[in-house]
């Protein structure tokens, strides 16, 4: 029976890791609505050199690489070795469903934290996990007071 178990714990561990499709074109589009959108790399190491319009700010032995839509819309998010990935920006109640829809999140946990909504999912469009209480996520997004930011594998700056 353990073995079974192990085994069907495996499988399901590959078929999350084998089914990621993220691709920049697909926040791109989401993203044109949203011009004042604001995208933040986490990095745990200081890089050589930053792309022209992109800010660090330092913290620690790794920092925040940030830029606007535009400079994200011609960067391919692999020529950064990162650790998490915020994408912050304007929206209300409707922005923050058709986000959840858009990405085709599977709802694993709702909360309401000081009038903040959060939503904690999965979702194919994004490859790093963690696992929060033995359960995995890649994905977390909160509402709060008009502002929308999604993280993933979770949001790693404020909200």
Request: net charge negative; proline share 2%; charged share 15%.
């Amino acid at each position: 029976m353990k073995i079974k178990l192990l085994y069907a714990f495996i499988l399901s561990i590959t078929v999350l890791f084998a089914s990621c499709n993220f691709e920049n074109a697909y926040f791109i589009n989401f993203l044109k609505q949203y011009q004042d959108a604001k995208i933040c790399y986490y990095v745990s190491y200081s890089p050589n050199t930053i792309p022209t319009n992109f800010t660090f700010i330092a913290n620690g032995s790794g920092g925040i690489i940030s830029c606007d839509l535009d400079k994200f819309k011609t960067t391919s998010i692999t020529n950064f070795d990162y650790d998490g990935l915020s994408i912050t920006f304007n929206g209300d109640v409707n922005d923050f469903n058709n986000l959840v829809d858009n990405l085709k999140i599977t709802i694993i946990k709702k909360e309401n934290v000081e009038n903040i909504a959060i939503i904690y999912g999965l979702s194919n469009y994004f490859c790093m996990y963690t696992c929060i209480n033995n359960i995995y996520i890649n994905v977390e997004i909160a509402f709060n007071k008009g502002i929308i930011t999604i993280g993933s594998p979770i949001i790693l700056g404020s909200y």
